[in-house]
């Protein structure tokens, strides 16, 4: 796959159904990189402000992380959006 997007809970903190919380995981990452092509995007929407724990997470994963300022609220948000690119 090129990119996957994701949309699954509220924040990596706050899912819906417990058994999500192992997507959060260093484990369960690794297992959704590996059906990314290489150079293939993933992405993320939270509810919430970007959470450095997931962040660190997701950059202990992906060897790439995106990050990019909203044109809209001036670079400040209520809701994050994580993305990350496997290595091409």
């Known amino acids: 796959m ?3 997007l ?7 903190n ?4 417990r058994t999500n919380s192992w997507f959060y995981t260093p ?5 959704l990189a590996g059906h990314l092509n290489p150079g293939g995007v993933f992405a993320l929407w939270s509810d919430d402000p970007p ?4 962040t660190d997470l997701l950059e202990s994963v ?3 992380t995106v990050k990019f300022q909203n044109p809209f609220t ?7 959006v994580y993305t990350a ?3 091409k």
Do not use: M, Q, S, Y
């Open 62 to 64: 992906f060897p790439d």
């Open 85 to 87: 690119r496997t290595d």
């Open 51 to 54: 959470e450095k724990a997931f």
């Open 2 to 4: 090129d990119i996957i």
């Open 74 to 80: 001036g670079g400040t948000a209520e809701n994050a």
């Open 27 to 31: 484990d369960g990452l690794n297992e």
């Open 6 to 12: 994701l949309d699954i809970d509220h924040t990596p």
């Open 14 to 17: 706050r899912v819906l159904h």
